[in-house]
């Protein structure tokens, strides 16, 4: 089996390190918000919304800059140097709309390096290892996601919320530093692109969009899930090793689901991954003890593991090569401004009706995102990439 490339696992460690850091808060932020600060479910469906908007909105636009300068690391070092700065906004925050604050400008960064870090990572690994490179990089992102909440766990008793937000900060530091000594790329020539239409890309890619569009609308954020553990009787402590957990076995499955993708087709991991979702939605609608949403955060792992790294070697597939990172910037941009409506959609539920309705209606978008996928009218007419 071939070596994959030296900047895959330079990006890998990059991700390992900033998910260290952002997973020390993630899953401390909605009890946070809603125990600290008095927030309610709708306002921490809010927060997540925007702010995943606006990270995928600046997607597109990393990913166009990064096309037109005809290069990868500058983007990619402006987008994780930035959050690592961001921390204090947090660690002082008094008010929900200062972690909204802190969530926009952190997401800015995300957006801002996530189409030119794939981008490259497509440019520097060959097209049959691409769900081994993605795998690889998910599989690492995935262990600083379990590194994370851990220390989270470990810190809070000691630290409190705002101890363990400020500790967050030197891994974020850590990561900037590596992409600045170590991280190098054979830069192209800038040139004018012309503009972004949707058009110009494939059919199948076209499609994809569709397909992905639809199951966002149904896809809330991972802070609904630790808000779920905590309906069902688990505490901060225990929900945040529950999730600790779940990071675990997503780190441990993502390159194995890659390498298997490699052999049996990026597409047949992504139904596969629409298919767990809706199960796992399903069962969190249906469940009422601590044990019932553990298990189903432990599945929704490999959904994650499953998902995450074949969409993305499913979406390299069918981009063109001359604007990798503008496609992939669109993709992204796609997911994250639909997840503002599918977050306040999924707090609104959960709020005016109950957390079974709200789960219930994200598992039927993700039936019928996979009906869609499997009806791809573009592969029946034998359009390629």
């Known amino acids: 089996m071939k070596k994959l490339p030296r900047e895959v696992y330079i990006l890998g460690t990059v991700s390992l390190f900033t998910d260290i850091a952002s997973e020390m808060v993630y899953p401390l932020l909605p009890l946070f918000l809603t125990g600290v600060l008095g927030a309610s479910t709708t306002v921490v469906g809010l927060v997540e919304g925007i702010a995943e908007a606006s990270a995928s909105l600046f997607k597109v636009i990393g990913g166009r800059i990064s096309d037109r300068m005809a290069a990868r690391k500058p983007l990619i070092l402006l987008g994780y140097g930035f959050p690592a700065l961001l921390r ?5 925050a008094v008010a929900p709309w200062q972690v909204l604050t802190y969530r926009f400008l952190d997401r800015v960064g995300k957006g801002l390096r996530t189409a030119p870090r794939d981008a490259l990572i497509a440019e520097v690994a060959s097209q049959d290892s691409y769900g081994r490179a993605y795998g690889l990089h998910r599989a690492m992102d995935s262990l600083g996601a379990t590194l994370g909440p851990l220390l989270a766990f470990l810190l809070l008793p000691l630290l409190d919320f705002r101890g363990v937000f400020w500790v967050s900060a030197i891994p974020a530091v850590l990561a900037t530093l590596i992409i600045l000594f170590f991280l190098r790329e054979k830069r192209g020539l800038a040139r004018p692109l012309p503009p972004l239409r949707l058009s110009a890309f494939s059919p199948q890619y076209r499609w994809f969009l569709l397909v992905t569009g639809v199951s966002t609308l149904g896809l809330s954020s991972n802070a609904f899930l630790i808000l779920r553990l905590n309906d069902l009787g688990l ?9 600790t957990f779940y990071n675990l076995l997503y780190a441990l499955m993502a390159y194995p689901l890659g390498s298997l993708a ?3 087709g990026a597409r047949s991991l992504v139904l596969w991954g629409f298919a767990t979702y809706a199960v796992v939605y399903l069962g969190f609608g249906l469940s009422f003890l601590a044990w019932h949403g553990t298990i189903l955060f432990l599945l929704y792992a490999l959904y994650s593991a499953a998902f995450e790294g074949s969409s993305r ?9 001359t604007e990798k990172a503008s496609a992939i910037g669109l993709y992204h941009t796609l997911v994250g401004l639909l997840l503002l409506p599918a977050s306040a959609l999924f707090g609104f539920l959960w709020q005016h009706f109950d957390a079974s309705t ?3 209606t994200g598992a039927a978008f993700s039936l019928l995102a996979m009906i869609l996928f499997l009806l791809d009218p573009t592969r029946k007419r034998g359009y390629t990439s």
């Open 313 to 321: 070697a499913y979406l390299a597939q069918i981009i063109p090569a």
């Open 262 to 264: 490699d052999r049996v």
């Open 358 to 360: 709200a789960f219930f």
């Open 88 to 92: 204090p906004v947090l660690a002082l």
């Open 235 to 243: 505490g901060a402590a225990q929900a945040t090793l529950v999730y």
